[in-house]
């Protein structure tokens, strides 16, 4: 029910910056995150990467960051998998979508894979040498939306007991800056202390 709401949601936005209320284009990312002690062990993995004991998120959003799918994982997925299953769920559910943007992370048969749903799925990945965090073009916003993410302090760790909890609990938390791009209400930021002063 949360992620029928939030694709009701989603196209208010989209259309007030005169785009189409369904999108053609999406980028998919993953992250892994600790999760706390009452998280059952056989949900939880070790993402040797990153070298993380708990679950994945892999998410799908469009070009303004907004959540089109979620899929929680144990942190031991590999970013592929986990992206081929989204993959599927998206190409059923928003089937106007024509291109993806993926980064270094994920393989060429996740390529191969899209093109047989006849997605363009495009691997873009910093430049050699690159130090520190570096926006990529076309892909930036879902960083933004991870950020936006970790900002929530019940999602800054899994503390949910099934993968399917903490998907809803995503959907719940990406329909407030939806809510807010419509409204245009800014939410109180402690690092401005003018902003925390009543008027």
């Not at 989603?10 to 284009?25: D, F, I, V, W, Y």
């Not at 799908?60 to 986990?82: M, P, Y």
Request: aromatic share 4%.
């Amino acid at each position: 029910m949360l992620a029928q709401l939030n694709g009701l949601l989603r196209q208010l936005p989209r259309e007030k910056e005169s785009r189409n209320g369904e999108p053609s284009a999406y980028v998919i990312d993953a992250q892994s995150v600790k999760t706390s002690t009452g998280v059952p062990a056989s949900s939880q993995g070790v993402d040797a990467g990153k070298k993380i004991v708990g679950r994945k998120r892999s998410i799908v959003t469009d070009t303004l960051g907004l959540l089109l799918a979620v899929l929680v994982t144990a942190a031991s997925v590999q970013d592929s998998t986990a992206g081929a299953r989204l993959l599927d769920r998206v190409a059923v559910d928003h089937s106007c979508i024509r291109k993806a943007r993926v980064d270094g992370g994920y393989r060429q048969h996740l390529v191969e894979h899209a093109a047989t749903r006849g997605i363009d799925m495009e691997i873009t990945a910093c430049k050699p040498g690159t130090r520190g965090f570096t926006p990529i073009p076309k892909r930036w916003t879902v960083e933004r939306t991870y950020g936006r993410l970790m900002l929530n302090r019940r999602l800054a760790r899994d503390y949910e007991t099934l993968p399917t909890r903490s998907e809803a609990k995503i959907h719940l938390t990406m329909t407030s800056p939806m809510a807010r791009r419509l409204t245009h209400e800014n939410t109180i930021s402690w690092r401005n202390p003018k902003s925390m002063q009543s008027t």
